[in-house]
Nanobody, 115 residues
């Protein structure tokens, strides 16, 4: 059974930081591209950042320089370090694992940034 379990969300003031974690089980973690998506109320889910099996990273323009995605294959965990948070970063953040046509999703963790 595949599980992606996110943690680390919460309420933070603008300018603050949070670190999200996503622990995977039931997959060969090192084979998968890992990603963080987010969905704000009334908006479509968007890709925030991803990291390939080789460690190459990609970020949506709005978080470049503020967020950092990383992975620990030994722990089957992907992280999202979020600094200089803004109210517009408020959303449910989802962990995703991808291998070709295979996609798995976590249940999401709420991040709320107050102004």
């Amino acid at each position: 059974q595949v599980q992606l379990v996110e943690s680390g969300g919460g309420l933070v003031q603008a300018g603050g930081s949070l670190r999200l974690s996503c622990a995977a089980s039931g997959i060969i973690f090192s084979w998968y591209t890992m990603a963080w998506y987010r969905q704000a109320p009334g908006k479509q889910r968007e890709l925030v950042a991803d990291i390939t099996t080789g460690g190459r990273t990609n970020y949506v323009e709005s978080v470049k320089g503020r967020f950092t995605i990383s992975r620990d294959n030994a722990k089957s965990t992907v992280y999202l370090q979020m600094n200089s948070l803004k109210p517009e970063d408020t959303a449910v953040y989802f962990c995703n694992s991808n291998l070709g046509a295979i996609d798995y999703w976590g249940q999401g963790t709420q991040v709320t940034v107050s102004s």
